[in-house]
């Protein structure tokens, strides 16, 4: 169980397009996802936290307007690269909290990953 | 500066080697320490949880040790296997929302 997805796996595109990746949970409802950016040979850095039914919280120095999130339902993220630039090219991987009620606790799964690539 | 420094970059071992990485961090207070493994161009796997009251948490032939003095973690592997390169992560949650990443070990095990 606690399945992530992501798609597409890889994408290419030209620069000033927008891109859409997807993240869902596949066998457990979540109410908050996370989307990351992670460069080569680095650590994983948060961009943005998404909560269902309402705007995501995003992290200092990422811009909102560039990176669009919709959490609409308890499922599904989706993060939009609006005017992608090649310096945007990075390694999005998405995470999806998952609430186990029965021990009070929380963890969070990773989706697989989206390989962006802007030329 | 990151608050997870893990060490080293990267490793080679051979097949059937134990090997030992280590996690060195500032957060504090936390809520509990994971190691992650990450294949190329995929997203992180949990491999243990240690809240920072547990010292040792094992799975499989992979056993996590924890120090909240001294604020050390280790990941050791035993016996070691082709599947297991890959890159290991040290990650440090504040609270069930917030995670500090390290910059991750690359593993590799040769024949």
């Known amino acids: 169980g606690a399945v992530v997805s992501q798609h597409p796996s890889r994408v290419i595109c030209k620069s000033g397009t927008s891109v859409k990746i997807e993240c869902r949970s596949l066998?457990?409802?979540?109410?908050?996802m996370f989307w990351y950016r992670q460069f080569p040979k680095q650590s994983l850095m948060l961009m943005a936290t998404?909560?269902?039914?309402?705007?995501?919280?995003?992290e200092q120095g990422v811009e909102k307007d560039k990176f669009l999130i919709n959490h609409a339902s308890l499922t599904l993220s989706t993060l939009t690269v609006t005017s992608a630039h090649p310096e945007d090219s990075s390694f999005y991987i998405c995470?999806?909290?998952?609430?186990?009620?029965?021990?009070?606790?929380?963890?969070?799964?990773f989706g697989p990953g989206t390989r962006l690539t802007v030329t | 500066k990151n608050q997870v420094e893990q060490s080293p970059q990267s490793l080679i071992i051979l097949e059937g080697k134990n090997c030992t990485l280590q996690?060195?961090?500032?957060?504090?207070?936390?809520?509990?320490l994971r190691w992650y493994k990450q294949d190329t161009g995929r997203g992180p796997v949990s491999l243990t949880i240690?809240?920072?009251?547990?010292n040792t948490k094992s799975n499989g032939r992979y056993t996590a040790t924890l120090d909240a003095d001294t604020k050390q973690s280790s990941l050791h592997i035993t016996a070691s296997q082709l599947s297991d390169s890959a890159s290991y992560i040290c990650?440090?949650?504040?609270?069930?929302?917030?995670?500090?990443f390290g910059a991750g070990t690359t593993v590799t095990v040769r024949a």
């Open positions: 998404s909560n269902e039914g309402s705007k995501a919280t995003y």
């Open positions: 240690m809240t920072f009251s547990e």
């Open positions: 066998d457990f409802q979540a109410t908050t």
């Open positions: 995470s999806a909290m998952l609430d186990r009620v029965s021990s009070g606790t929380y963890e969070q799964y």
């Open positions: 996690c060195n961090y500032t957060v504090s207070p936390f809520s509990n």
């Open positions: 990650v440090v949650s504040l609270n069930d929302y917030k995670l500090s």
